[in-house]
């Protein structure tokens, strides 16, 4: 039996939309009919996406805001409901990644706060923004994109992880809070390269902490990865060898958390490739 289509018609605002998730999960909800408002800081890179998205058949607008100012936040949640209605979905998937050990701290201290503001402050900002039109609606989905460096701290991760692990929490009371007219899922995506979240690492030898005794294979894999030398197996999905997750795998998913009748709310995703070197 073909399932129904949850999408369609639903008002979706994505952050962090010219790229990675947010780019794939704006076009693969339009395609399913939604109405997205699309929002980045990368004005010229927002507006090629929704210009591929209305090429491709969907409804999408531009809207150019900063997760870390709550003015813009509340101005991008108004240019949807004016454009659409109402906001059915929220995704706060505007993120950073500037692992670094506290030993960097003169050289990741700038980073760190930057990383403070748009991953905690910016999902903070997107949750409080759509807040009183959800509940005013009496329903509505806030969809936050967290990592499972949020479950546990590690080694070279201590203000990204902790950002994380806040996205966590923010998002399990806001829960509890909005029962019944709100939906809260939590995406926990494990290492996914395609993203280019790797740029803002400030010091490589902090990613050792998340992958434990498997470090060694992993340096060498990153290595292969990096000289396109990798074995054929690792970069297939159909193989349990695949360690290189594709950043689509974590948009279906995100796709399939919003694809739910009213009364199912798909709460935490965790999304790994089966040979993942990732201890948490």
Same mark, same amino acid.
């Given at each position: 039996m073909d399932k129904k289509n949850y999408v369609e018609g639903k008002s979706i605002i994505v952050t962090g939309a010219a790229g990675g998730f947010g780019k794939l999960v704006s076009a693969k909800a339009a395609a399913l009919g939604a109405k997205v408002t699309c929002a980045d800081i990368d004005e010229a890179a927002l507006e090629k996406s929704v210009v591929d998205i209305r090429d491709a058949g969907g409804i999408a607008q531009a809207v150019p805001a900063d997760v870390t100012s709550i003015e813009?936040?509340?101005a991008l949640a108004g240019a949807a409901t004016s454009a659409y209605g109402?906001? =059915?979905v929220m995704l706060n998937n505007a993120g950073i990644m500037p692992l670094a050990l506290y030993a =960097?701290?003169?050289?990741?201290? *700038?980073?760190?706060n930057r990383c403070i503001d748009i991953n905690f402050k910016g999902v903070l900002n997107g949750i409080v923004c759509v807040f009183d039109q959800m509940m005013a609606q009496g329903e509505g989905h806030v969809i936050n994109v967290s990592s499972i460096y949020g479950n546990f701290p590690t080694y070279g991760a201590a203000v990204y992880g902790a950002t994380k692990s806040a996205v966590n929490f923010l998002s399990e009371s806001l829960r509890v809070e909005a029962r019944g007219k709100i939906k809260v899922t939590i995406v926990k995506p494990t290492g996914v390269p395609g993203t280019g979240l790797g740029a803002g690492v400030v010091n490589p030898a902090a990613v050792i902490g998340i992958v434990g005794q498997n470090a060694g294979e992993y340096v060498e894999l990153i290595g292969q990865y990096r000289d396109g030398a990798l074995d054929a197996s690792n970069v297939d999905p159909e193989q349990m060898n695949y360690v290189v997750l =594709?950043? *689509?795998?974590i948009a279906d998913q995100i796709i399939h958390a919003i694809n739910q009748p009213k009364g199912v709310s798909i709460g935490d995703i965790t999304v790994r490739a089966s040979g993942d070197h990732y201890v948490l």
């Open positions: 813009q936040m509340n109402r906001v =059915d =960097d701290h003169q050289a990741a201290l *700038e980073k760190w =594709d950043p *689509e795998f």
